[in-house]
């Protein structure tokens, strides 16, 4: 517990039921963050000035946050908006948030590109409650939020989730057996593509400034459901990797060529911590899976 000093845990959910009566959200909103009759916890990333209200069964985000007062994924988000910002000027447009839990990336990427629409889709709805509380807790609720996930066609189907890290919920098809009995919970969410959201909803790809991908292994899903999407859109993508997974169900030789077939270049992050900041070919993104030293590591992919 002493690591969390900057953290406020409450055993009784009375705490943060009076922090989410003084905030405008819906009632049904409200009680879905309620029903579980679960305490919360309040977490200071304060030297980004942000707080986010999390599960207290949370055992990653808020540690993280607990031990460097930053927003979880702060240097990974940071590495991004080097290749988006223009002389440390924020472009106005679009940036989409695949997979965004409680909001942490949307949340600091609005107040970082401050003249930005960011696009926030979740598709477990505990996450998607907690990310609308987020939202309106650190004034951002210009964020368009959305109770969805993004794959390759429309559908429903049942969301595995960790109770201890619930931003690692993800598909039945890719939790992988070594790590099964993480995976306690079942939901039932819905599922669209990017191409087919982006016309309903008028998004004009052109204007599109960055997409943070991380969907715990559906990533071939998001990009074979929008080819047309991602052909079209210049701005540079951070997305997971996780090339254990697509082998497994499949996909990996397919998802493979789609890359290299839109992008010229990456920047694996794990490698730009260790001191390799050049870009590399495409091409050799083929060598990625037998580099790595962990089940995932995080990719930037560019065109230019």
């Known amino acids: 517990m002493s690591k969390l000093k900057n953290i406020i845990i409450r055993k009784y959910d009375s705490f943060a039921l009076r922090i989410l009566n003084k905030i405008p959200i819906s009632n049904i909103v409200l009680n879905g963050l309620m029903r579980n009759k679960i305490p919360y916890i309040i977490a200071n990333a304060r030297l980004d000035g942000l707080v986010f209200l999390l599960n207290s069964s949370d055992k990653v985000i808020s540690y993280y946050i607990g031990n460097t007062e930053r927003t979880w994924a702060y240097d990974e988000m940071e590495f991004m908006l080097k290749f988006i910002m223009n002389n440390d000027n924020p472009p106005r447009g679009i940036f989409l948030d695949i997979g965004a839990n409680v909001g942490t990336t949307s949340i600091y990427m609005q107040k970082r590109l401050n003249n930005n629409q960011i696009y926030a889709f979740e598709p477990v709805r505990e996450n998607y409650n907690l990310l609308k509380a987020n939202c309106f807790l650190n004034n951002s609720d210009s964020i368009i939020a959305e109770n969805i996930g993004i794959s390759d066609s429309e559908f429903t189907a049942v969301m595995k989730t960790d109770p201890n890290n619930m931003a690692s919920s993800r598909l039945e098809k890719n939790v992988l057996s070594e790590y099964a009995s993480y995976y306690s919970g079942n939901e039932k969410a819905r599922f669209t593509t990017l191409d087919i959201y982006a016309k309903d909803n008028g998004i004009k790809i052109e204007n599109v400034k960055g997409v943070w991908i991380d969907v715990e292994g559906s990533e071939p899903s998001v990009f074979l459901g929008s080819k047309d999407f991602f052909r079209k ?24 060529e789609l890359l290299m077939d839109i992008y010229t270049s990456f920047i694996c992050w794990e490698d730009y911590q260790n001191g390799s900041k050049a870009r590399r070919d495409i091409k050799e993104l083929k060598f990625v899976k037998d580099e790595m030293k962990n089940v995932f590591c995080n990719l930037l992919l560019l065109k230019s």
Do not use: H, Q, S
């Open 233 to 256: 859109c210049n701005a540079p993508v951070y997305v997971e990797y996780n090339p254990k997974i697509y082998e497994r169900n499949g996909e990996y030789d397919l998802f493979l």
